[in-house]
Structure formats: C-alpha cells, structure tokens
C-alpha cells in the first residue's frame, strides 16, 4: 500500500500565497510516482519536521550579502523563530550552504570544496544577484556568472541584496522542499563504493586505498 | 575647485632620485598608486603623494616606462612599505616589473592566470573562459627582478617563509576573516611569526568594468564595494566628476551628503563594534549594536528605498528628496538611540577585563609604521596620526561644522577600538550642528543627458568609513572612463598586518584583524 504525499504545510502563510508552487508540485508527483510504504512515510515525515525546523547554514559570506545575512541573525529579523540560528563555521556541521555574494573564478574551487566537504542531506540557497547570475558584475573577467554553474541549487533568492523578509521567505520555500524529501531509501543512501568494483573488494590494494583515502 | 591634476612626468632612471627627494622634502605618505595603459604612450605609473603632518597638500609624479611589451620601472617599496603591494597590484594587472621589488609576485588573480587584465589589448576573458576546478596551488617563492651588467632581466628567486616555518592557512573560509581573506600564517607554537596575505578571492574587477561603463553607471559599483561606506564611495565618485566638470551642487546637497556620510560611519563604526565582539565571543554586545544599527538602516530606507546597498548620491545632487520625517527620525537617533546605546556597549564590554587583556598593548603600530603604510583612519588616528581628511582638506559641509579629530598615542588594538566608539559621538555632533538648518534649494543639478567629463586626469579623496578613499580618474572626453582607480582603504590596513602581528598569538591576530575593520570587497575591488 503506498501513501501519498501532500503539499507541505507552513505555518500562518497559506500555500495559495507562495510562489512557484508548480515546481512544487511537480516535485511531490515525481516522488509519489515511486510510491512509499504505510510504514516508513509517517517515519518520513516526522523526520522532515525535524529537519526542516533545524537548517543550520554554515557561516559562509563573500560580500554584501553576507551583512544583510547577520541583520537577519540579529534580534530584529531573528531567523531563531525558524530554527535556522546555529550559523555552523564548519562545513561538516552545516545543512545549507548560503551562498551570500559574488562567487569569483578564484573562489570557485573553494565554494565547490566546501559544498563536497558538507555531509548529506545538503542544501544550498543562492541568495542575490551575484550568486543567482553575475549580477551587477555579469560582464567581469572573474566573476563566475550564477552559482548553478558549479553548484547544484535548491532556492534563488534574488535582490541586492535581498531583504532580510525575502531571506527568510526563501528559507521558507526550502523548508517547503525539504518537508516533502522521502527519507528512507533516498536521500540518506550510501554513496556507492568507486573501488570496489575496479578492483575488487577484499583485494590488499582496497585495503591501501581505503586508508590512503582516509588520510586525504 | 577644481579637482584637475597635472603629473610631472619623470624619466624611469630618475624616479627614485625623485621620489626619494620629494619625501625628505615632506611629502611622506604614498596616497595612491595607480598603474596606467596609456596604449601608444606605453604603461607606466601614477604616483600620488601626500604631506602627511603638515597640510596634506598633494603632489602626483607620471613616469611612463621605455618598454611597451616588457614594461619595466625601479620599485619604490625601499621608500614606502605599501608601495610593495601596490606594485604587485599593478604587476597583476598591467605587467610592468618593478626592479629591484623584493616580491613580484601576482597580488588578485590566480598564479596560472594567463595576461594582464587591465592592459587594453588584453580580452581577459578569451584566455580564461573556463571556471578552474582544481584547487589553487600557491607557490612558496618570491621573484625578485634585477638588471644585471650586460642590461638583462635576471629574476632571483628566494623562498617565502624559512625552511622550517610552520605554515598554517587561515581563510579563505573563515569567519572572523570578515570574508573570504586568506592568510598563510607562519606560526611557533602560538606565536605568530609572519603573515602573508593572499587576495583577490573577491576581485570583480570593477575598475576594468568601468572602463567600458557610462559615467552614471559606474556609480551603481561603488556602493558594492566598501559596502559600509557605500554613501562615503559614491560620494567620492560623484565628487570627482562634478568637479571634473565644473559643476557646483546646492548647499542643500552638500548638507545631506554630509549628514549621509556620517550616519554611514555611525553605521559602520556599530558594525565594527559588533563584529569584534561576536569575534572576541561576545554574542549580547553582537545583538545590541545590530539592534541600534538597524535605527539607521530604517532612516536610509524611508529616504532611499535601500538598507544596505543605497544608490543615492548621483551626479550633481541626489537620488531623492529626504523624507518628510527625516528631521525627525534623525534626531530620534542621535539624541536618545546612540547615548543610551554607547553607555550600554561601554558598560558590557569596554571595561570587560578579558576585552582589556586581550586588546591593550596589542598589535600596535606606531605613528612612522601607520604613515608608511598608508593606514588612514581610526588605525591611522590610533596611532597618533592626524589624517582626518574632514579636518585637513574639508569637502562637502565639513568646513561649517565644528568637531574634534579622535587621536590615541599607542596605536594599539583597544586604542583602535575606542577611536572607533569617540567618533559615533563625533558623527552625532556633526549631525546636530546641521540637522536643524539643512538649507533649501534643488536637490538635482540640471544636467546633458550625456555625461562627459573632460580630457585630462582627476582625483578626489573623502574621508571613508576607513580611511581615505581616494578617487582617480583619467579621462579621454569620452562619455565613460579611460582609467578609474580607487584608493582602497583596506588594502594598507592587509598589508600592515603582517607588521602588526608579529610576535602575538594567533588568538591576538583576531583582535588585531578585527580593530583594524576591513573590508575584503574594497580591498580585491
């Protein structure tokens, strides 16, 4: 028996009054055309309570953004009512990646390391101008043109920068995403193995790889 | 007044005879640097120099180097300590090789960029078009350029940390950085033995996009780039082309301008306050700065319709009239917010003792060491040094008011940070000598429709959240830019870093980079 997911609930913002809810909904047919079992999808659900109630973003600001970005950490615009407060330093402890500001060619590397270095299920909002396409600085030698040119991306948020209110409305749409994600057999699956295959689990050479890797 | 420069030009063997007489005779501070392509003319330099202690009267030397494909021209950083990585600015962007620079290395970009972006035959663009996906691999070796005896070029190279430096990143990604600076820390145990910046994780090249950019339209960058001083910048800029072209705004424009700057710096000096508090690991200080900062931000809003990025001076006058509650909301804030607000920072975290073990003596920097490297405003007065630009060459109102310029003598991080705190009292005075008396008249110039400044070059300098901000501008006639270049406030306050750290803790280079308040975007530019 399979249970269908619903459209994802916020509180005080009814759903008519969202934007974009298409893709939403296209979203939630995608995952319902799978089917999900009686038994695990209450499980699912309450995990996507908890998890989109607790988005930690990591502490990761390249300009302007990023000082709007503490406006809306302090006391007047206060994301704690969200549940988003605990800005983490490290990317191993971080939910979402803000990407707050001009990504240029140089820091390009770096934003795509901090994205692998975050632990699954992982998120990322590109917020202004800057991130969503180049803004003001589209026509730059060394500016690279839109965040999704090297990240995957989950939420614009346009402005420059946004206003801490259109902040909190795209942490909003994310929180809607991920209420709806299935957790078991999905998101938390294990990232296939690149070696055991190639050369054949057991091997001495696994084992050496295996710990080479770790020590990288 | 006007703001018109004419450099003498120098020969390229005579430069540092010159440069070398001009500062025995007074003129000891290195205002700014600009790197030029003049295209048939070759590349070459400007150098702004300036009288520090006396009447900060200005002097700007041209020297245009022989080679057109291989620039080369003598270094100066032996005379000023910013001067070094000035020229490396310029070498990044331009390719002339300074000889005898201890450290020719690339300043912004990355080390396997390929050309000079600023040059104007260079298309930046076509020989990097791909994103890099490799991490960047930044070599450990300085190049140091010397002509030999037959006239070649021979490049030394020497390591840049000793052999068995113990070397530790701290950035690109880190939060006390204030954004995405990089700095290779040479370290033992916990001292911090020697510091060396890497940039240009930000660069946008906005000087190069403004080349190709109509006058009105170069505006819209200023405000991204000290976005703390975005009022300060784009007065900067406005100021230089309206008096490039003669234009006189209305005394209504100069008052609000003023008035605009200094709620930008009360804005930026609570910022400053904030951000050192949450880096020293005060949360509450963090909450109350953002609470009374975010009073000004309402006052810039109903005027402008922006909160951080402001867009409101423009060319001969300002965006819009001020708000019927302008008056109103002003005086709200510098009256009863910012009192009751600085007695509150003072008494959670001024007098706080590990504040106070932890700033006082800290990094200081003396009076010599500020002038050489250039560091202007609060680190500059910290140390003793009289560099408000406000005082000693007044633009806008500044010359109607009365106001004291803050100066400490040690220069170290709690002087820094208390400069910082006397000057919101200062900003507020200024604003109350004006507040009640803001003149009538127009708030816009009648303008062509095509802006068009002049042929010849120009720079202006206010006085920034930061420091001087300093303006060049060369122009052609034309109705955009042959070269813009800004004086950045943050880039000597980097540079000084490493002087100032050395022989601290690493837990000290937090204080330090915090009281020095930059701002990486104005720094990479």
């Known amino acids: 028996m399979a249970v269908r997911k619903s459209a994802p609930v916020i509180n005080n913002i009814p759903y008519e009054e969202f934007n974009d809810n298409a893709t939403l909904e296209k979203l939630i047919d995608e995952l319902n055309a799978g089917g999900v079992s009686a038994a695990v999808a209450p499980l699912d659900k309450l995990i996507d309570w908890g998890r989109s109630n607790s988005l930690w973003p990591l502490t990761f600001a390249t300009s302007c953004c990023g000082i709007e970005f503490m406006a809306v950490a302090a006391a007047r615009y206060d994301m704690a009512r969200f549940g988003f407060e605990i800005t983490r330093n490290s990317p191993r402890q971080g939910d979402v990646l803000l990407v707050n500001g001009t990504i240029t060619t140089k820091m390009a590397p770096v934003v795509k390391r901090l994205y692998d270095q975050m632990c699954d299920p992982k998120y990322v909002v590109a917020v202004g101008g800057c991130a969503i396409s180049g803004g003001p600085f589209t026509k730059s030698y060394h500016v690279v043109k839109g965040v999704d040119k090297i990240l995957p991306v989950d939420v614009y948020c346009p402005g420059c920068p946004p206003r801490p209110e259109s902040f909190l409305y795209a942490m909003m749409q994310l929180q809607r995403k991920v209420r709806v994600e299935n957790f078991f057999g999905t998101t938390n699956r294990k990232q296939k193995d690149p070696y055991k295959e190639t050369i054949g689990f057991g091997s001495e050479n696994y084992a050496e790889l295996l710990n080479q890797q770790e020590q990288a | ?525």
């Open chain 2, 1 to 525: 007044m006007s703001n018109k420069i004419n450099p003498i030009v120098v020969a390229p063997e005579e430069l540092h005879e010159k440069l070398a007489a001009l500062k025995a005779e007074g003129y000891d501070f290195l205002e700014c640097l600009t790197g030029c392509d003049w295209e048939e003319e070759g590349l070459g330099v400007v150098y702004s120099l300036t009288k520090s202690s006396t009447t900060f009267e200005m002097t700007h030397i041209k020297c245009v180097a022989n080679d057109k494909e291989n620039p080369t021209l003598p270094t100066v950083s032996d005379l000023w300590d910013i001067a070094n990585i000035y020229e490396r600015e310029v070498y990044d962007f331009y390719g002339i090789i300074f000889i005898g620079h201890p450290d020719m290395r690339r300043l912004f970009l990355r080390e396997d960029w390929v050309g000079f972006p600023m040059r104007k035959n260079d298309h930046p663009e076509e020989k990097n078009a791909e994103i890099p996906s490799t991490n960047e691999e930044i070599s450990d070796t300085r190049h140091k350029y010397m002509i030999d005896a037959d006239g070649k070029l021979v490049c030394e190279d020497s390591p840049v940390f000793a052999e068995d430096a113990y070397v530790v990143n701290i950035g690109p990604q880190h939060p006390s950085t204030h954004g995405v600076l990089h700095l290779r820390t040479a370290i033992e145990g916990e001292r911090v033995k020697q510091i060396d910046p890497h940039l240009g994780y930000i660069h946008r090249g906005i000087e190069k996009l403004s080349e190709n950019m109509t006058y009105p339209q170069t505006l819209a960058l200023t405000d991204r780039m000290d976005y703390l001083g975005a009022m300060q910048t784009r007065h900067a800029l406005c100021m230089c082309i309206e008096q490039a072209m003669g234009i006189e705004v209305s005394p209504r424009v100069q008052v609000i301008r003023t008035i605009m700057d200094e709620l930008q710096r009360i804005d930026s000096h609570i910022l400053f306050f904030s951000c050192l508090c949450q880096d020293l690991g005060a949360t509450t200080a963090f909450l109350y700065g953002f609470r009374d900062r975010e009073e000004v931000l309402k006052i810039f809003e109903k005027t402008t319709g922006g909160r951080l990025i402001i867009n409101y001076n423009m060319i001969g006058g300002v965006a819009h009239d001020l708000h019927p509650d302008f008056v109103k909301d002003v005086k709200h804030f510098i009256n009863e917010t910012m009192p009751k607000g600085l007695k509150e920072y003072h008494s959670i975290f001024t007098g706080n003792v590990i504040f106070r073990n932890r700033s006082i003596g800290v990094g200081p920097l003396s009076r010599e060491q500020v002038i050489s490297y250039g560091c202007t405003g609060g680190t500059g007065r910290a140390a003793g040094w009289h560099c408000d630009l406000r005082k000693h060459r007044p633009y806008a109102a500044y010359n109607q008011v009365k106001f004291n310029e803050i100066t400490y003598e040690s220069g170290d991080s709690m002087d820094r940070y208390m400069v910082r705190l006397k000057e919101i009292e200062e900003s507020c005075e200024i604003i109350r000598q004006l507040i009640d008396n803001i003149p009538e008249g127009p708030i816009q110039e009648k303008l062509k429709p095509i802006v068009k400044v002049p042929e010849g070059c120009y720079y202006s300098a206010v006085e920034g959240s930061r420091g001087i901000l300093g303006v060049y501008l060369e122009s052609k006639g034309d109705k955009s830019p042959y070269r813009l270049h800004y004086r950045s406030t943050g880039l000597p306050l980097v540079a000084a870093l490493d002087e100032a750290c050395r022989n601290y803790m690493i837990a000290d280079l937090i204080t330090i980079g915090g009281t020095m308040d930059y701002i990486i975007p104005d720094i990479d530019r």
